[in-house]
């Protein structure tokens, strides 16, 4: 089956500029996530969106960094105001609820790169 | 709060050698732990997960894992390297099986 998938699977954009990265988790999966990856942090939780509760923003690095999820699906993350430090692979991930949800299914990134 | 270190950022190992990567832990309730593998360019795959039950656990491509609570380890291993196996490793804890916190990484090289 389709696995997740994000998009723009590259980015390149100036410094300043808003950017926009695009989430589909796997089918019925209710819960979604966004990590970051880069050589100076690793791999980060950024936010975690499950069902219809509040979503956990603890790990979000700034308020330019801001994510939404339409009718329990796509996700996308908003990074106003691009910075070079914001330069990284941005990571979803979803899995299922219950016992099964330990799981996490990542997708294969969005490369942002900021100039 | 809870954090994982990995010891050794770089692992070599010979074709047919045993693989050992380090996991430490810390964590303020039971945790739930992962390792995942990502191959280069690609993203993360799950290997396996300790979710409580037993301390052995088994995953894919013959790797497995041994929760040491006394030692709050998680240590992952295979018998047998392969050359298929050279990738990257993260180990990752949870306190509630849902957000991850990863380590740093390990790269593994198989030398023919």
């Known amino acids: 089956g389709a696995g997740v998938s994000q998009s723009p699977s590259n980015k390149v954009t100036e410094k300043g500029k808003d950017v926009e990265l695009r989430c589909d988790p796997i089918?019925?999966?209710?819960?979604l996530y966004w990590y970051r990856q880069s050589l100076g942090q690793g791999l980060e939780f950024l936010i975690y969106?499950?069902?219809?509760?509040?979503?956990?923003k603890s790990g979000l690095p700034s308020d330019r960094f801001s994510a939404e999820r339409t009718g329990g699906s796509v996700s996308t993350l908003t990074i106003q105001r691009t910075q070079q430090e914001d330069s990284a692979v941005y990571l979803c991930?979803?899995?299922?609820?219950?016992?099964?949800?330990?799981?996490?299914?990542f997708g294969p990134g969005t490369r942002l790169t900021v100039t | 709060a809870q954090s994982v270190t990995q010891l050794g950022s770089h692992v070599s190992v010979s074709e047919g050698a045993l693989v050992l990567l380090r996991c430490n832990y810390s964590?303020?309730?039971?945790?739930?732990l992962f390792w995942y593998v990502q191959y280069p360019n690609q993203g993360l795959q799950l290997l396996l997960k300790y979710t409580s039950a037993a301390t052995l656990v088994k995953g894919i491509n013959g790797f497995e894992a041994e929760f040491k609570k006394s030692e709050t380890s998680f240590h992952l291993t295979k018998p047998s390297a392969h050359m298929s196996d050279a990738a990257e490793y993260f180990c990752a804890v949870s306190p509630r099986g849902d957000k991850l916190t990863f380590g740093t990484g390990t790269r593994l090289a198989v030398r023919p």
């Open positions: 964590s303020s309730v039971p945790p739930y």
């Open positions: 969106f499950q069902g219809n509760s509040a979503p956990d």
């Open positions: 991930a979803s899995s299922r609820e219950g016992p099964a949800s330990y799981e996490q299914y």
């Open positions: 089918s019925g999966h209710t819960a």
